[in-house]
């Protein structure tokens, strides 16, 4: 591998992204939950990720479109608790 080659392709790339202008963002904290809110985060944070997974591939394949099945994507995740899930990892964070 050529060192000099790969700095310079690595740099080139770093400037295109800051230029964008905050496209990159921080990664949001893990919350630490107590055992209670762990075992109900979990129960719905592994259908919630099976689901994102699905509809992500299928979105990314052109298996399904964003604009004539963004609603169905939306509805499932709500089906399967998003809104219960977010409370929970909000109000952990306070």
Known sequence: VDKAKYDANYARINAEVEKMGGVIQPIPPT?????????????????????FERWNDAFLTGAKSIENDWAAY??????LGIEKFVAI??????
Do not use: G, I, S
């Open 74 to 79: 939306v509805q499932e995740m709500k089906n």
């Open 31 to 51: 919350p630490k939950f107590d055992d209670k809110r762990a075992e109900e985060a979990a129960t719905l944070q592994t259908p919630l990720a099976d689901a």
């Open 89 to 94: 990892y909000n109000d952990n964070l306070k």
